[in-house]
């Protein structure tokens, strides 16, 4: 049996971007003393974010005017001019006041955690920056580990779902898809694994779908499967779109529903009253390079291209020349949904950069919070990729959460690997917070 690889990864605490509120450095703000990972006295929240710090700009929100208030010193502008409010300000108190709750562990859901904004300051660079500075400030370590694969003919995996459990030939069995196919190709299977002695093989007699990008979501007592399907044009060339199986075990699936044309990285997530949560990713004309838009449908039976071209665009989440996508969504105990998603962008070379990150919607509202980026392909260390210009490629595939504040992220690299990596839980701040109640 070959021994499993691990290599130490250095990880960023969640600090107060995990909570919502701004993720650049904000005066008066230490990561590490504020991070909800260790709990915090009502005195040392509040000493925390009044310490002084020199005065930096606060972040826009979506709205042309409005601006996010964080507690600045007199005088204070933003980058366009504007006067910030003091740590005096109304809005700075109640930030305070939110912090002594979540120290508490009673803080409920209000705006402070909804000051939604584009990440980095409106950049995957300034993304970038805010995420090596928590890995500067934090002391954390954590294992990433590359899968190995076997029984798939020397061809690439990469690009799964994480682990999960599923019914086949009347046995219940943990199971990970994941795409499969030949270096110089792109003639994409989806295979099912199981893990044995160390190493992933495919699940014999298991289906193998003709499909890109593997995804996976229980609704209703079902497994629902996607993934992307390409198929040649009138016009000519290749067109893509994502397909959706259904059923009640791994072996009776059968496809249901369509995406529009040209259309990847459409979600699911069951609401807990009886609803569908739909997150897709429009192009073109709404969505530039790729933005991700959000529905809510009756159910599966109205899942179809018509419903999800109509979702609602998240504004403001990317820079116009980036791009991003959701992967995995988690319903969390209080209601809201977790997203495990990618943005992306070229470098000057030409080059792609993919970067897992996190956010989270209000389903009630559509309200999210920024996303954040969780993890970049140089915490790995070297390895094999599909070609030179996707080297810095790392596309989210699933996250398994452990309840301890830890949890599991998978993730495709390089469009050639598989490696799990061990992360703080992106959701866990949030599940603690309990929702307002509505007349």
Do not use: C
Not at 200 to 225: H, I, Y
Not at 252 to 260: I, M, N, Q, S, V
Not at 317 to 332: I, K, P, S
Request: no cysteine.
């Amino acid at each position: 049996m070959m021994a499993l690889k691990t290599w130490a990864v250095s990880l960023a605490p969640l600090g107060l971007g995990g909570l919502g509120l701004p993720a650049t450095p904000i005066p008066a703000l230490h990561p590490p003393a504020l991070s909800v990972a260790a709990p915090l006295s009502l005195p040392t929240a509040q000493a925390s974010l009044r310490a002084a710090a020199a005065p930096m700009p606060a972040p826009a929100l979506p709205g042309p005017s409005q601006r996010a208030v964080a507690a600045a010193p007199e005088g204070a502008r933003s980058e366009d001019g504007e006067s910030l409010p003091s740590a005096k300000s109304p809005r700075a108190r109640a930030m305070l006041l939110d912090l002594g709750r979540l120290a508490r562990g009673d803080a409920r859901l209000n705006d402070s955690f909804f000051d939604a904004r584009s990440l980095g300051g409106g950049t995957v660079v300034g993304a970038l920056a805010e995420h090596r500075e928590r890995l500067r400030a934090a002391e954390a370590s954590a294992v990433g580990q590359k899968l190995r694969f076997t029984g798939i003919g020397g061809r690439d995996v990469y690009n799964p779902t994480a682990p999960f459990e599923t019914e086949f030939r009347g046995r219940t069995l943990t199971v990970l898809a994941a795409r499969v196919e030949p270096r110089d190709s792109e003639a994409s299977e989806v295979v099912f694994f199981e893990e044995s002695r160390g190493h992933w093989r495919p699940l014999p007699g298991a289906p193998v779908l003709k499909l890109q990008d593997p995804f996976v979501s229980k609704v209703g007592g079902e497994l629902v499967l996607g993934g992307v399907e390409t198929f040649p044009r009138e016009e000519g060339g290749l067109g893509y779109r994502t397909v959706f199986y259904r059923g009640r075990s791994l072996s009776d699936l059968k496809p249901f529903a369509k995406g529009p044309d040209g259309m990847k990285d459409i979600r699911l997530a069951p609401l807990p009253d009886g609803r569908l949560l739909v997150l897709t990713r429009p192009q073109g004309a709404v969505g530039g390079r790729g933005k991700i838009a959000m529905a809510v449908l009756d159910g599966l039976s109205a899942l179809g291209p018509d419903s999800i071209a109509r979702a609602a665009v998240f504004d403001g989440m990317f820079g116009e020349d980036e791009w991003g996508g959701a992967n995995e969504l988690h319903l969390l105990r209080n209601g809201l949904v977790g997203v495990l998603g990618h943005v992306a962008r070229y470098d000057a070379q030409g080059n792609r950069g993919y970067y897992p990150m996190a956010f989270v919607v209000d389903p009630a509202t559509g309200r999210r919070t920024s996303p954040k980026i969780l993890l970049e392909r140089a915490q790995l260390p070297p390895g094999a990729s599909k070609r030179p210009d996707l080297e810095d490629v790392l596309f989210s595939g699933g996250l398994v959460r452990g309840g301890d504040g830890t949890a599991v992220l998978y993730v495709g690299a390089g469009d050639a690997e598989v490696y799990r990596v061990e992360v703080r839980d992106p959701f866990a701040e949030f599940e603690r917070l309990s929702r307002p109640t509505r007349d």
